[in-house]
């Protein structure tokens, strides 16, 4: 699959103002333009994982079922919500550790195409929607009661937004494990508007209990500057 992609490029500053990907020479893409990647097999994983050497997906996973064990649960026992599940990679992580369901959820139809074509089987479901309006996703997800969650990259700049962490959470019964990863910078607690201000809100509403809080290096820009993010691991309340 890989020499497909040989003559992929990475393109940032100062050549570009912003991170992208030169599939060819006529052919630019944004690295946030989800459906044109999702629609070629192995783009994403290609450049994100292999070239810019993304590790959210396997700190998630992994932090995911520590806060299983911590929590004295059987994973098999487990259905688990994947927010922003993409082309499924997480999903693939927690089903390998021995969760026994994963339903994916992503706000893209592109991801869920993506997903079903090159990880098939491993999502018990795979809903597109926005945390942003949960009602619509409430009533999807009612029929499989999922007891926790884990999500990776899918949290802050261009993507889900505070309120839809929060509204992801209130779909999980009290005890659930929770796994999640952020960009350090939008976990600055004095920015109101940030991951790290609602993180606080949810743990003094009594919603959110926080086992673990983690710096891990999330990847490198297309001009090989490291990013840190937090990995939250945790219990709701
Ligand atoms: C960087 S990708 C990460 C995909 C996957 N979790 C991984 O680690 O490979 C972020 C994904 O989150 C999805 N997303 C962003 N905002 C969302 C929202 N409000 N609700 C559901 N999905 C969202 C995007 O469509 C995208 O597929």
Redesign the pocket.
Known sequence: MTDVFTGVRLLGPPETDGEYIALSEHETVHLHE?TRIYAVPGL?EHV?QDRLR?R??QVAAAGFLRAASLLGLEPGSLTVL??????G??GELVRDGGVGQVVG????SA?REASLRDRPGVYADYVV????RPDTLREALHPYSPGGLV????FGGT???PP?LENALALLPPDAPVAFTIDERWMDESDPDGFGAAVERLVAAGRLAVLERTRFQHRVTTTGEPIFYQLVVGRTE
Not at 105 to 108: C, F, M, R, S
Not at 129 to 132: P, S, V
């Open positions: 989800y994403y994100v993304c959210s997906p994947d927010v922003g599940a993409g082309t990679l997480v959820v992503d706000a893209l991801a929607g926005d945390f942003l999500s990776a990259g899918a993507h889900a937004t839809a």
